[in-house]
Protein backbone atom coordinates (compact mmCIF):
# COMPACT_ATOMS: atom_id res chain seq x y z
CA UNK A 1 0.00 0.00 0.00
CA UNK A 2 1.08 3.22 -0.54
CA UNK A 3 2.26 5.75 1.93
CA UNK A 4 0.82 9.17 1.47
CA UNK A 5 2.14 10.69 4.75
CA UNK A 6 4.56 9.23 6.97
CA UNK A 7 3.10 10.86 9.90
CA UNK A 8 5.86 9.99 12.09
CA UNK A 9 8.83 10.63 9.97
CA UNK A 10 7.56 13.60 9.11
CA UNK A 11 7.52 14.53 12.85
CA UNK A 12 10.89 13.09 13.29
CA UNK A 13 12.27 15.15 11.08
CA UNK A 14 11.12 18.55 12.66
CA UNK A 15 12.30 17.54 16.22
CA UNK A 16 9.13 15.24 17.60
CA UNK A 17 7.34 18.85 17.05
CA UNK A 18 3.89 17.41 16.05
CA UNK A 19 2.02 20.37 16.58
CA UNK A 20 5.00 22.45 13.94
CA UNK A 21 4.69 19.06 11.67
CA UNK A 22 0.63 19.64 11.30
CA UNK A 23 1.44 23.46 10.63
CA UNK A 24 3.73 22.86 7.64
CA UNK A 25 1.02 20.38 6.43
CA UNK A 26 -1.18 23.26 6.32
CA UNK A 27 1.27 25.35 4.53
CA UNK A 28 1.83 22.52 2.05
CA UNK A 29 -2.03 22.52 1.05
CA UNK A 30 -1.31 26.18 -0.33
CA UNK A 31 1.29 25.26 -2.14
CA UNK A 32 1.33 25.75 -6.17
CA UNK A 33 3.97 23.63 -7.59
CA UNK A 34 1.44 21.26 -9.25
CA UNK A 35 -0.44 23.84 -10.61
CA UNK A 36 2.54 25.23 -12.20
CA UNK A 37 4.29 21.79 -12.96
CA UNK A 38 1.07 21.14 -15.36
CA UNK A 39 0.94 24.68 -16.59
CA UNK A 40 4.69 24.23 -17.61
CA UNK A 41 4.19 20.79 -19.38
CA UNK A 42 1.24 21.92 -20.80
CA UNK A 43 3.48 24.84 -22.38
CA UNK A 44 5.82 22.29 -23.27
CA UNK A 45 8.53 24.63 -21.16
CA UNK A 46 10.79 22.04 -19.69
CA UNK A 47 12.32 24.75 -17.79
CA UNK A 48 9.58 25.92 -15.84
CA UNK A 49 8.19 22.34 -15.46
CA UNK A 50 11.41 21.12 -14.34
CA UNK A 51 11.61 24.20 -11.24
CA UNK A 52 7.98 23.13 -10.39
CA UNK A 53 8.62 19.09 -9.98
CA UNK A 54 11.50 19.90 -8.19
CA UNK A 55 10.05 22.01 -6.07
CA UNK A 56 7.10 19.73 -5.65
CA UNK A 57 9.63 17.08 -4.92
CA UNK A 58 11.84 19.11 -2.53
CA UNK A 59 8.29 20.02 -0.27
CA UNK A 60 7.17 16.61 -0.02
CA UNK A 61 10.01 14.79 0.76
CA UNK A 62 11.20 17.04 3.83
CA UNK A 63 7.43 16.95 4.47
CA UNK A 64 7.54 12.93 4.50
CA UNK A 65 4.78 12.70 1.40
CA UNK A 66 6.27 9.36 0.16
CA UNK A 67 4.74 8.31 -2.70
CA UNK A 68 4.26 12.00 -4.25
CA UNK A 69 8.29 12.49 -3.55
CA UNK A 70 8.95 9.42 -5.20
CA UNK A 71 6.44 9.82 -8.39
CA UNK A 72 7.93 13.82 -8.20
CA UNK A 73 11.81 12.33 -8.44
CA UNK A 74 10.32 9.79 -11.18
CA UNK A 75 9.06 12.87 -13.51
CA UNK A 76 12.10 14.91 -12.31
CA UNK A 77 14.00 12.63 -13.81
CA UNK A 78 11.73 12.57 -17.04
CA UNK A 79 11.39 16.18 -17.84
CA UNK A 80 15.57 16.32 -16.89
CA UNK A 81 16.12 14.10 -20.36
CA UNK A 82 13.32 15.73 -22.01
CA UNK A 83 11.49 12.70 -22.28
CA UNK A 84 7.89 12.06 -20.21
CA UNK A 85 6.17 8.60 -20.24
CA UNK A 86 2.69 9.45 -21.21
CA UNK A 87 0.33 9.61 -18.98
CA UNK A 88 3.51 10.44 -16.35
CA UNK A 89 1.92 13.55 -14.89
CA UNK A 90 -1.51 12.37 -14.58
CA UNK A 91 -0.26 10.02 -12.24
CA UNK A 92 1.96 12.44 -10.23
CA UNK A 93 -1.84 14.54 -10.18
CA UNK A 94 -3.38 11.54 -9.07
CA UNK A 95 -1.07 11.13 -6.10
CA UNK A 96 -1.18 14.70 -5.44
CA UNK A 97 -5.06 14.23 -5.09
CA UNK A 98 -4.66 11.43 -2.60
CA UNK A 99 -1.98 13.08 -0.82
CA UNK A 100 -3.78 16.12 -0.35
CA UNK A 101 -6.83 13.91 0.98
CA UNK A 102 -4.44 11.92 3.58
CA UNK A 103 -2.69 15.73 4.63
CA UNK A 104 -6.32 16.73 5.21
CA UNK A 105 -7.26 13.81 7.34
CA UNK A 106 -4.09 14.16 9.23
CA UNK A 107 -4.51 17.88 9.71
CA UNK A 108 -8.34 17.17 10.94
CA UNK A 109 -7.09 14.33 13.45
CA UNK A 110 -4.15 16.04 14.90
CA UNK A 111 -4.27 20.10 14.25
Given at each position: MAVYVDFNEGVKRVMNNAKFYVKMLGKFLADTSINNLEAAL?????????????????????????????????????????SIEPGKFDVVKNVYSLTIKEVEEVIAKNG
Open positions: NANDFEAAYSAVHSLKGLSGNLSLTELFNQSLELENQIKAK
